[in-house]
C-alpha cells in the first residue's frame, strides 16, 4: 500500500484539506475540508487532487443560478402563478402517472420491504390523504383506485 499524500492546508478551488478524516471502501484517503462559502464536507484525496470536487456544492448552486437568470424564457416565467398549478386538480402529477421506479405496475402502489407490506399512496392538495399498510396488493391496489375516483371525479 503507497504512503498517504499529506494535503493538511492545500487548498483545491474552494476547498482548504484540514485533516485525514478515515478512508473511503475504495482505499483512498478522505479529508475534512472547510470550503470557503463556511460548510464543510468530507472529500476523498484523489477527487480533491485531480480538480473533480471544487467546493462542497456552492459552486454548482451559483452556476444553476446564473445559468437560470441567463435563460430570457425561464425568466419571463418567474413569478406567473400558471407555473405552480401541476394538475386541474392540484394533484401531484407524481400521483398520476407511473415513474420508470414503478415495480408494482399500479401507480400509487409499492412494496415496503421493512415492514413487509403493501402501501397505497395518495397526495391531495399538499397532503397525503391515503398513506396505508396492507397485507395483499389486491387490497392496496383497490384502496388506491377508491381514493382516485373519489378525488378526482369529484372534482371536476
Not at 499529506?6 to 478551488?13: A, R, S, V
Not at 471502501?25 to 460548510?39: D, I, M, P, V
Not at 464536507?41 to 477527487?47: A, E, G, I, M, P
Not at 402529477?93 to 409499492?110: I, Q, Y
Amino acid at each position: 500500500m503507497a504512503a498517504a499524500i499529506d494535503i493538511t492546508g492545500q487548498h483545491f478551488g474552494r476547498l482548504t484539506a484540514m485533516y485525514r478524516a478515515g478512508r473511503a471502501k475504495n482505499g483512498n484517503a478522505l479529508w475534512f475540508c472547510q470550503c470557503s462559502c463556511g460548510r464543510t464536507c468530507v472529500v476523498d484525496s484523489y477527487v480533491l487532487r485531480h480538480g473533480k470536487t471544487r467546493s462542497c456544492g456552492c459552486l454548482a448552486a451559483e452556476q444553476s443560478r446564473r445559468n437560470i437568470f441567463n435563460n430570457p424564457e425561464v425568466v419571463s416565467r418567474m413569478g406567473d402563478p400558471r407555473n405552480l398549478k401541476i394538475h386541474d386538480h392540484h394533484t401531484d402529477v407524481s400521483s398520476l402517472k407511473k415513474s420508470k421506479r414503478n415495480t408494482s405496475g399500479v401507480v400509487g402502489v409499492s412494496y415496503d420491504k421493512q415492514s413487509h407490506s403493501w402501501v397505497a399512496h395518495f397526495y391531495f392538495k399538499g397532503h397525503y390523504v391515503l398513506n396505508k399498510h396492507f397485507d395483499h396488493f389486491e387490497d392496496a391496489v383497490r384502496a388506491r383506485h377508491a381514493i382516485e375516483q373519489q378525488y378526482l371525479l369529484h372534482q371536476e
